[in-house]
């Protein structure tokens, strides 16, 4: 099993590096598959949702080959095998396998998806999508088995707004016949990525970022070279952590603008800021303001960052309360976080934090991706030594953090121990 040890209370200070988005690269291999020659994607992040994605093409009998942070994926030999178990089940973004292998096969069999456990995560909206469609879509043994004799392009309203209802629409219409429109569209930055490359592979999608997205078919798709977006929550979280430490870091290939609702916040809280053009350099004060937060979709405050944000609010004078709108339970972090001396309460779907209590190191296990990232911070704050499991979590969606963190100056590292 493996283990983070982090000694805390030293200030992060350097450059980092930002990979590519974990999000949109899950969405881009599958969107690469549509097309019938190949594609490079530049930017991959190496990450464990990376490697099951490139384990998935394999099994679809999809050569690709990786070299550094680009994929070569060439698609002409692909089979549109059924995919009911096995590696499908272990990320939340294999269900872009339905709407891809249905849109070029008009046949798909994946096994409903696995990923972070952060209470109920239905894909009626995708389902209701694809029957829209013309698919007819049956669960039956853990699995959903899509089939259609032809896809004909439709108005789909969605009723709440879904990046990956979005995007799979938008993969099984690019061939569909006609024009197909999803109204009440989610508007994140990897949908555009997503648009960007289909489009670029001759389809034809015009809104991608707006809330009406217009897809109408095309008869073929090619390849292309396609650089995907940085990822703004790797990113957002090397932010916190050095306003965490007090420390002084400038972030490398981001997108500021992708961060506005956290770049707001934290000078809102004290935190110093600087945005160049693909550049953010932040210096965490001695002094913090509580602050109050609540997620919404893009380009609100991100879900995936109200746990990492978490241990910073510890820290501020005062009251903060976070409020997340997307996922009611996302909170498997918070008693770890009390472990370490944190004065949180979860009530509803909010963590109504008490400042002004220092962190100590302790014991403590990471259940989900960001929640792992929240206790790293914690971590890095914390006076003494925070032991860290789950950390298998960690690897799922943060490329090389233990290294990036190490260079930034944290005392952290990694262990192989026995369970
Ligand atoms: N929802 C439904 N029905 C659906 C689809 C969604 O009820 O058919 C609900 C969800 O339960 C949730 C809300 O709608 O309450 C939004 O879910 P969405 O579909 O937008 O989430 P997702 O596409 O499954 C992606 C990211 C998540 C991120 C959310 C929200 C990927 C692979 N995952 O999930 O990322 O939290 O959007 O921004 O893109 C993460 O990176 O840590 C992560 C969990």
Redesign the pocket.
Known sequence: MQRIYISGRRPLSGRVAIGGA???A??LIPAALMGRSPTTLENLPMIR?VDLYLHLLKELGVKAELRGSRLWIDPSSIEPKPLPNGEVKK???S??LMGALLGRFKEAVVGL?G??D???????????GFEALGAEVVHEGGALHLKARELIGNRIF??????????NIMLAAVYAKGTTVIENA?K?P?IIDVATLLTSMGANIKGAGTNVIRITGVDELGGTTHSMIPDR?EAGTYMIAAAATEGEVALENVIPLHLESLIAKLREMGVGIEEREDEIRVYGPRILQPADIK?L??PGF???LQQPIAPLLTKAKGTSIITDT???H?FKHVDELRRMGARIKVEGRSAIIEGGSPLEGTRVQAT???AGASLVIAGLMAEGTTRLTGVEHIER?YENMVEKLRDLGAQIEVSQEEA
């Open positions: 974990k999000n949109s899950v969405a949702d990320l939340r973004a269900y872009y998806p990923g972070c952060l209470g109920p995560r239905p894909i009626d909206q995708h389902v209701k969605l009723d709440m707004v879904s990046v990956g209802a979005t995007i989610a994140e990897e929550i997620t979709v893009y991100p879900t995936d997307i996922y009611a996302r989900d991706l960001r969606g």
